[in-house]
């Protein structure tokens, strides 16, 4: 096999991380993205620059797609006609949140000129991708796992293999947003309803997360509001967004899902009175009748 | 200070565990209970049976009522009329789960004839209990958490001191109880999702408990669901019960809380269609259209 060569396309939050962790690992990595700050940024980290999807496809056997959504996906790999370019062979791997249709979707139209695709959402945030230390739940074919190994060792601690079809990977990645929007939502509920009641919100931090009533969202996302730092790491409307897709997902497979809708109104109700580009954790200023903390 | 004398009115799984604690921390510890084998089991570890609440008041300076709600908290307090023969300057220990509002009314009451109160209700669950490691969440008056430092010192692994006020314990537990519950449904709802899109169950458990889609109800409820077994450990009943009180608490306060309303809606239908006295995982069997695991 000749020398392989990666490349990113989506160089934010998530995609400069994994971008660098690869070319820390001496892999012969291409980025790309409309934003020339990014460009900058990775080229000074070793990176090689492409000047478009198009240039990075006719390089890259393995490629990363890193972009916020489906309508990004979209946009880069077809209708920009980058699909075209792509080498035939070659793996797309497909890392951003989508709905298993879509997954299954792209996978098929992909196949058509044999390209392989992972269905390979992932999670971990910022400072885990940079220190190629993300979680990857991977669904696609064993040749495409094989070909794709080195870059997925190089940005991930963790590879979940959950199947040969694209959209497994997608509908677990579905699962843990769920859980994850259902927790923030939940939390905000409960530290407000705490606070309405007169209890101190420090000591119901300190009690819960020592308690069966803890989750990683409420650990990870209080502290944020105690802080009164709304400083988005993850936004309002990346829930809001994230819950469409639950729920669409769910009403496409006649699956009801009553605590993702509640928890999907919360997001929205936080959006609409202005929060929306707040940290996700702002949902908490939904609630009536409470003093938020004011941080130290 | 004269030699103390410590009671324990219920001997059911916690309350067991409690008065057990305290026998193997060398306190004298009085039990009481309707049920005449845990009596037995009560005297066969060393401890000393009250034939009634009454006699069990009149010889302890801290009395733990371990019974499983505020019905009958108030019988035994106070419709038996036991209430009458507490020593003066005793400690009750209310470890029910009950209204912040209940707790205060108990608090009151007892303060007429100079008898101090603990709101203190507890969690960790029966094996915890029978190591003398359970979670106290207390608010009372320093003189009570001073006098019953020995007996708190043998049940638990952590007393919260959450105030001078009766209610602050039970609002704390009120939180607990939100989250847990909504935790409790909402890992059935992301489950059984996953299952309707044709995830492994075994896989699901594997990714979410190593990402943030994680809680504590999840990664100790699946489990049961995995391995198919619905003996109850808490029951469905139970989370109908504890919702209530923080619903009826909510209300009271003109607190919207439609997590845990969707949550408390999710096992009442649990119950009503016959699995109240199952484990509460069992709230899951409200969902149409999936195979759950058969266990191994």
């Known amino acids: 096999m000749s020398k392989q060569c990666y490349g990113v396309v989506g160089l934010g939050a998530m995609g400069m991380g994994m971008a660098q962790s690869m070319v ?17 940024t990775f ?51 497909v890392c ?7 997954a299954e979707s792209v996978g098929e139209r992909l196949a058509k000129r044999n390209i392989l695709m992972l269905d390979a959402p992932i999670s971990g945030g910022a400072v885990k991708a940079s220190q190629g230390q993300i979680t990857v739940m991977a669904s696609g074919p064993q040749e495409a796992f094989d070909k794709a190994q080195k870059g997925l060792d190089a940005v991930a601690a963790k590879v979940y293999c959950l199947g040969k079809e694209a959209g497994k ?30 209890l101190d ?10 308690a069966a009533g803890n989750s990683w969202m409420f650990e990870n996302r209080v502290p944020h509001i105690l802080a009164n730092d709304y400083t988005p790491l993850s936004a309002v409307d990346i829930f809001v967004k994230d819950l469409n897709i639950v729920l669409d997902t769910a009403r496409k497979v006649s699956f009801p899902a009553p605590l993702s809708a ?27 009748g409470i003093k938020l903390p004011k941080g130290k």
């Open 24 to 40: 820390k690992e001496g892999l012969e990595t291409w980025g790309c993205d409309l934003n020339p700050k990014a460009l900058e």
């Open 169 to 198: 990977g997608s509908g677990m990645k579905v699962v843990n947003q769920l859980l994850a929007g259902v927790h923030i939502a939940a939390a905000a509920e409960a530290l407000a309803f705490g606070i309405r009641m007169g």
């Open 262 to 288: 509640a928890a999907h109104q919360q997001f929205i109700h936080a959006s609409g009175a202005g929060f929306g580009r707040e940290d996700d954790s702002a949902v908490i200023k939904v609630f009536p």
């Open 43 to 93: 080229k000074a980290a070793g990176g090689k620059v492409a000047k478009d999807v198009h240039e990075l496809v006719s390089k890259a056997d393995v490629i990363f797609l890193v972009v916020v959504n489906a309508e990004q996906v979209e946009a880069v790999l077809f209708t920009s006609g980058a699909f075209e370019k792509i080498k035939a062979g070659a793996v797309v791997i």
């Open 201 to 210: 919100p420090e000591k119901v931090y300190e009690v819960i997360t020592n």
């Open 96 to 102: 951003s949140t989508v709905k298993p249709e879509y």
